[in-house]
């Protein structure tokens, strides 16, 4: 018997995709095909796949030519494949034509003629219109947004405001988009506005911006009050729109990786979080400055509440807050400790004191632990009583990582809720709560 075995994505199911199942199959007797996870798509830099792993397996076996079909996880697979079901011949279209020659040691490898002119890409294009996007801000973060929206198919940087001329043009000009400085004619021209202003007009640009219909993706403190953050995703939910707080982390497969394995019982139950990321600034940058907003805990604090309500949720007993201030009464190191009611957490930011950014998660079995940069996450590793017992897991983290948001906020709008998971109403409200109160206990007039 010959055993024939390929791989695909094989999303919104084409022509291509039935002829080149169709010619695997006549290749030899038995055919097993491989369907990529999402996880992996996502990893290895496939984003805003639209049907899920469920419809694209169904799809597959739908055609009727595969005798099996097996699910593709992790870029070394195709080898141990090979070997596990004693393949023949490793077959795949001609626009991977030399890719895997190296599997010729082992098996026949044959490249099949592609379909011309059809493939999901395309289909994906033609069924959701471009989302044109505008940003609203042009720091640093507005520019390390721009390489990666490009990677997202499905999406186009239109335009960018800021009420002052000069810093929209020179950023208009640098990425050849269209410079704003009356925020009504740039809604006018944007589906989704991206905000990468400073904090305090978050609320504001998030507010104008959803009133004018737009799905808006804020970076992170989204706000820096509860009841401001609840009325905003109120108005988003009620008028049908995608409203998404930046954090990057939430949005990344390794990250979400370590969740999965967190909340799967590998430590038992969690009992204790402690996170901590520090970021040496200058101290005449505004972060160092800015006496009502800014500091360690404005700056940093969404990273490393992250992982606490992630993994023990939003409902705290309660928090308290220490600081080490610099001259002008800004927290260069802040400590938050959560109190719950069968664990605890400890969150430690700074940007004026340097220390092991690390992540760290105790459990009844075990713990797992994820070094700096954890909020990038790229590694971690799951360890138990015996030192000797360790289980390390690592996932791609590719570029900036805001291409993973950006393709989750496009899946959203498209019409899938899948991303509601990664990081939902409650934590950004609960994340705009602790905000207010460590303002409120700093005394800041905000
Ligand atoms: N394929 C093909 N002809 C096409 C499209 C795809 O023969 N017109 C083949 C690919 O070469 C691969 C398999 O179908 O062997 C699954 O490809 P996949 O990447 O899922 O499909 P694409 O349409 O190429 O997807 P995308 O546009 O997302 O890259």
Known sequence: MVKVITYGTFD?????????????????????VGVTTEAYDRARGKLNVVDSLVTRIENVKKAGFADEVIIEESPGQKFSDIKKYHIDIFTVGSDWTG???????????????????????MLRERNYHIQRIGIIGTGRIAE??????????????????????????KFAERWGVDAYTELEAFLGTVDIVYIASPHETHYRYVKAALEHGKHVLCEKP???KRQQAEELFDYAKAHGLILY???KTAYCPGFNKLLGIACSGAIGNIRNVEACFTKLENPNHRELTDRIYGGSFMELGSYVLLPVFKLLG???????FDSICGKNGLDLFTRAAFKYANSMATVTCGLGVKSEGRLLISGTTGYI???????KTAYFEVHHEDPREVEKYSERFLGDGLRYEISDLLTSINGSDKNEFKLTIEESEAMADVMERFLIKEQ???
């Open 12 to 32: 919104l199911f084409h022509e291509g995709h039935y002829r080149l199942l169709q010619r695997a199959k006549a290749l030899g007797d038995y055919l097993i």
């Open 99 to 121: 890719q895997f020659d190296y599997l010729s040691d082992y098996c026949q490898v044959v490249y099949l003629d592609r379909t011309k002119n059809i493939s999901s890409t």
């Open 444 to 446: 800041r007039q905000v």
């Open 222 to 224: 989204m706000t820096l």
């Open 245 to 247: 707080e930046g954090i």
């Open 369 to 375: 632990v994820a070094e700096a940069p954890w909020w």
């Open 314 to 320: 939003t409902e705290f007993e309660k928090v308290s």
């Open 144 to 169: 390390r947004f721009i390489p990666e929206a490009k990677l997202v198919s499905g999406v186009n940087v239109q335009g960018v405001y800021n009420p002052h001329k000069e810093s929209a043009e």
